[in-house]
C-alpha cells in the first residue's frame, strides 16, 4: 500500500505547499522579466529625453554662441538684424566673428548700439535689398529704417565661413558702427 506522500510509480507526490510555490515562481519570474522590461524601457526613455536635451541646449547655446553653429550665412545675417531691430544687442554680439569680439566687448556693443537709438532713433524696419556671394564669403546690403530719420540708409553686412561650416559676420555697417553714414542714405 502506498503512503499519501508517494505515487503509484514510487516517487514522493509533491506536497501541496510545493506545488502553491510553483505558479509563485512563475509569478516570481514573471514579475522580475516585467521588472526588467520596465527598467529598459524606463533607460531608453531617460536616455532619450538626455540626448534630446543635450542636443537642444547645444544647438541653442551654438546658435547663440556663434561656436559650431551651421546656420546658412544668411540666416546668421538676418538674425543679427532681427536683433537688432528687438534691441536684443546681447544677441546680435553673438553674430560676430571672434576677431570682432576680440577688439569690442559685448557691453562696447551694446553702448555702442544705444548711442546709434538715442541718435538716431531705434531701427523701425530693414529689408534686404542686396546680396553677393564669393567661395567662403557673403555681403548682405539692408535698407535701415530708425525712428528718426526720414530716410532709410544702406547698411552692410560681411560674413566669412570658418572652418567646421559656421558663418560670422566680420564686419558691419561702415566701419564696425552701428550709427548710419550721413553721407549714404538710400532711398
Do not use: E
Given at each position: 500500500m502506498?503512503?499519501?506522500?508517494?505515487?503509484?510509480?514510487?516517487k514522493p507526490?509533491p506536497?501541496?505547499?510545493s506545488?502553491?510555490s510553483a505558479p509563485?515562481r512563475?509569478?516570481?519570474?514573471?514579475?522580475?522579466?516585467?521588472?526588467?522590461?520596465?527598467l529598459?524601457l524606463?533607460l531608453?526613455i531617460?536616455l532619450?529625453v538626455?540626448y534630446a536635451?543635450?542636443?537642444?541646449?547645444t544647438?541653442s547655446?551654438?546658435?547663440?554662441?556663434?561656436?559650431g553653429?551651421?546656420?546658412?550665412?544668411p540666416t546668421?545675417?538676418?538674425?543679427?538684424m532681427?536683433?537688432?531691430?528687438?534691441?536684443r544687442?546681447?544677441?546680435a554680439y553673438l553674430?560676430?566673428?571672434?576677431?570682432?569680439?576680440a577688439?569690442?566687448?559685448?557691453?562696447?556693443?551694446d553702448?555702442q548700439?544705444?548711442q546709434?537709438?538715442?541718435?538716431?532713433?531705434?531701427?523701425a524696419?530693414?529689408?534686404?535689398?542686396d546680396s553677393?556671394?564669393?567661395k567662403?564669403?557673403m555681403?548682405f546690403?539692408y535698407?535701415v529704417?530708425?525712428?528718426?530719420?526720414t530716410?532709410?540708409y544702406?547698411?552692410v553686412?560681411?560674413?566669412?565661413?570658418?572652418?567646421g561650416?559656421?558663418?560670422?559676420?566680420v564686419?558691419?555697417?561702415?566701419g564696425?558702427?552701428?550709427?548710419p553714414?550721413?553721407?549714404?542714405p538710400?532711398?
Open positions: 502506498s503512503t499519501p506522500s508517494s505515487s503509484s510509480s514510487g507526490k506536497s501541496a505547499s506545488r502553491a509563485a512563475r509569478r516570481s519570474r514573471r514579475s522580475l522579466t516585467c521588472l526588467v522590461a520596465a529598459l524606463l531608453i531617460v532619450a538626455s536635451l543635450t542636443h537642444l541646449f544647438s547655446s551654438s546658435t547663440l554662441l556663434g561656436n553653429d551651421t546656420r546658412s550665412a546668421v545675417a538676418s538674425d543679427f532681427d536683433a537688432l531691430k528687438s534691441q544687442y546681447d544677441r553674430d560676430l566673428d571672434s576677431t570682432i569680439q577688439q569690442l566687448t559685448a557691453t562696447d556693443f553702448q548700439a544705444q546709434a537709438d538715442r541718435c538716431d532713433g531705434v531701427v524696419d530693414y529689408s534686404l535689398v553677393t556671394s564669393q567662403a564669403a555681403r546690403t535698407a529704417t530708425r525712428k528718426k530719420l530716410r532709410s544702406r547698411f553686412l560681411q560674413l566669412a565661413q570658418q572652418q561650416g559656421s558663418w560670422t559676420i564686419s558691419y555697417g561702415g564696425a558702427s552701428l550709427l553714414p550721413d553721407a549714404a538710400y532711398s
